[in-house]
């Protein structure tokens, strides 16, 4: 290890210089107290390089931040990119054979993929930086943030078939993805609740899994399965993931939502899911469809969504968002984002575009709330993903003859009993959740019986 003015002397340049490079990756240092000691081996690789002449690629003077990979979806080669591993832009965008496969968020639907939907779409995949326990997964000086993480494992996850293969690798599809083969586990315990790891991330679908909540993919029962934690002491959101089961197994069809049952680890409980992807199939979030078909902020959502829906030929788009909907606002769910509902498609056709079934629902049933504020007024929340007041949104629904009210019969007995299971609730928060819900659900009701006045009775 080196001081900064020794490195200096070593390089011929300043100690503010020196710091530069730290700074900039371009020197593997450590911090003790308030002064850098720097790696002996990146002051040798440095003093390696040759002096670049002319103007830097990507207007990078680091070329180790330089990366060239195919975009992969299988074994289609989709196109061919430059990354800025520092900047996180991408470059030299090149269609290839395969671009056909292209991911819906890298551009209209009807161009070639462009650098800056592709940049995008790149960072969506990776980790959030403020995931907890995190940090710990970056002490390394081949990763330095989650992006870099995501890219060591190639991108891969368990959501859809798209990998970043190194430029000018051999590699198959088949004998990598997790679909067919096995992952590792222990970074994703790592990220889940402290376990020990016993190294940084290795070759798990974890890397590639965004979200703000703990979370790990594991192997339950031969079914592949999402682990998901809550936050803080309370930890609700997975008794939450649970009661939102019951709801929608009362209000929908199967298979059009995935059933979340409760896990126990080192005596917390977490919310567990199968995958709704498979080998064949591949999840679309409704942000990369509404980038493929070019609906931005200016325009409405709701609508552009729908018709984006109806060119791709789901003739019952309008019903499932309205059930989405209408299930949102009796669980009061204000984290409906456009990234946790979409649509899913046959991969080799490209085609048989359906509905996704509804996931993420830990953020209904007064998350966040208090008791005092649950009994000191009705529940405010802002609605999401189409309009900002619930009410507003609920008004969006068009025909509700599939709702049938009945079928909420004995709701209120669902919600003490999966509520009850949590510890750090309260009896009063629980009958304050049942009298809220009561409320949401007759609101619906009465929307229901005035829509169905004009099409038709239940």
């Given at each position: 290890?080196?001081?900064?003015?020794?490195?200096?002397?070593?390089?011929?340049?300043?100690?503010?210089?020196?710091?530069?490079?730290?700074?900039?990756?371009?020197?593997?240092a450590e911090k003790f107290g308030n002064a850098w000691m720097i790696d002996e081996r990146s002051v040798s690789t440095r003093l390696e390089q040759p002096i670049p002449?002319?103007?830097?690629?990507?207007?990078?003077?680091?070329?180790?931040?330089?990366?060239?990979?195919?975009?992969?979806?299988?074994?289609?080669?989709?196109?061919?990119?430059?990354?800025?591993?520092?900047?996180?832009?991408?470059?030299?965008?090149?269609?290839?054979?395969?671009?056909?496969?292209k991911p819906f968020g890298t551009g209209l639907i009807e161009t070639s993929p462009n650098?800056?939907?592709?940049?995008?779409?790149?960072?969506?995949?990776?980790?959030?930086?403020?995931?907890?326990?995190?940090?710990?997964?970056l002490r390394s000086p081949e990763v330095t943030d989650a992006s870099d993480?995501?890219?060591?494992?190639?991108?891969?996850?368990?959501?859809?078939?798209?990998?970043?293969?190194?430029?000018?690798?051999?590699?198959?599809?088949?004998?990598?993805?997790?679909?067919?083969?096995?992952?590792?586990?222990?970074?994703?315990?790592?990220?889940?609740?402290?376990?020990?790891?016993?190294?940084?991330?290795?070759?798990?679908?974890?890397?590639?899994?965004?979200?703000?909540?703990?979370?790990?993919?594991?192997?339950?029962?031969?079914?592949?399965?999402?682990?998901?934690?809550?936050?803080?002491?309370?930890?609700?959101?997975?008794y939450n993931e649970v009661l939102a089961t019951k709801l929608l197994s009362r209000l929908l069809d199967q298979g059009e939502y995935v059933a979340y049952t409760l896990v126990e680890r080192h005596g917390r409980a977490f919310s567990a899911c199968p995958t709704m992807s498979t080998a064949e199939t591949e999840f679309i979030p409704a942000a990369d469809v509404l980038t493929a078909f070019g609906i931005t902020q200016g325009r409405d959502v709701h609508c552009g969504y729908l018709d984006a829906g109806a060119t791709l030929g789901i003739s019952d788009i309008s019903?499932?968002?309205?059930?989405?909907?209408?299930?949102?606002?009796?669980?009061?769910?204000?984290d409906r984002h456009t990234h946790n509902f979409g649509l899913i498609r046959d991969v080799e056709s490209r085609g048989a575009y359906r509905v996704a079934p509804l996931f993420d629902n830990g953020c209904g049933f007064y998350s966040r709330a208090t008791t005092v504020e649950l009994e000191t007024r009705p529940y405010v929340w802002e609605a999401h993903p189409f309009r900002m007041y619930?009410?507003?949104?609920?008004?969006?629904?068009g025909s509700l003859q599939w709702f049938d009210p009945a079928c909420l019969d004995g709701f209120m007995d669902d919600i003490a009993t999966i509520l009850g299971q949590n510890p750090n609730l309260d009896n009063r928060f629980i009958e304050m959740a049942q009298q809220q819900t009561a409320q949401r659900i007759a609101q619906v009701t009465h929307t229901a019986a005035e829509r169905n006045a004009l099409f038709g009775g239940f």
């Amino acid at each position: 290890m080196f001081t900064t003015k020794e490195v200096a002397e070593k390089l011929n340049v300043t100690v503010r210089r020196v710091n530069a490079l730290i700074a900039s990756g371009d020197l593997q240092a450590e911090k003790f107290g308030n002064a850098w000691m720097i790696d002996e081996r990146s002051v040798s690789t440095r003093l390696e390089q040759p002096i670049p002449s002319g103007r830097p690629k990507m207007g990078e003077k680091n070329p180790r931040m330089l990366s060239s990979y195919v975009l992969m979806n299988r074994n289609h080669a989709v196109l061919t990119f430059t990354y800025n591993r520092r900047t996180h832009e991408t470059a030299n965008v090149t269609p290839c054979e395969g671009v056909d496969w292209k991911p819906f968020g890298t551009g209209l639907i009807e161009t070639s993929p462009n650098r800056y939907d592709l940049a995008t779409w790149i960072s969506s995949r990776a980790i959030p930086a403020l995931r907890p326990r995190l940090p710990l997964a970056l002490r390394s000086p081949e990763v330095t943030d989650a992006s870099d993480l995501m890219l060591s494992s190639w991108g891969l996850n368990l959501s859809d078939q798209y990998w970043f293969k190194p430029l000018d690798t051999q590699a198959d599809w088949h004998e990598l993805n997790y679909f067919e083969n096995e992952y590792e586990k222990a970074f994703g315990e790592a990220l889940l609740d402290g376990a020990k790891r016993a190294h940084i991330a290795g070759y798990t679908p974890d890397t590639a899994t965004p979200g703000m909540l703990a979370k790990a993919w594991m192997r339950i029962d031969g079914i592949d399965c999402l682990v998901k934690g809550g936050l803080g002491n309370e930890n609700r959101e997975p008794y939450n993931e649970v009661l939102a089961t019951k709801l929608l197994s009362r209000l929908l069809d199967q298979g059009e939502y995935v059933a979340y049952t409760l896990v126990e680890r080192h005596g917390r409980a977490f919310s567990a899911c199968p995958t709704m992807s498979t080998a064949e199939t591949e999840f679309i979030p409704a942000a990369d469809v509404l980038t493929a078909f070019g609906i931005t902020q200016g325009r409405d959502v709701h609508c552009g969504y729908l018709d984006a829906g109806a060119t791709l030929g789901i003739s019952d788009i309008s019903e499932q968002l309205d059930k989405m909907i209408v299930a949102d606002h009796i669980m009061a769910n204000f984290d409906r984002h456009t990234h946790n509902f979409g649509l899913i498609r046959d991969v080799e056709s490209r085609g048989a575009y359906r509905v996704a079934p509804l996931f993420d629902n830990g953020c209904g049933f007064y998350s966040r709330a208090t008791t005092v504020e649950l009994e000191t007024r009705p529940y405010v929340w802002e609605a999401h993903p189409f309009r900002m007041y619930p009410s507003q949104q609920l008004e969006l629904v068009g025909s509700l003859q599939w709702f049938d009210p009945a079928c909420l019969d004995g709701f209120m007995d669902d919600i003490a009993t999966i509520l009850g299971q949590n510890p750090n609730l309260d009896n009063r928060f629980i009958e304050m959740a049942q009298q809220q819900t009561a409320q949401r659900i007759a609101q619906v009701t009465h929307t229901a019986a005035e829509r169905n006045a004009l099409f038709g009775g239940f």
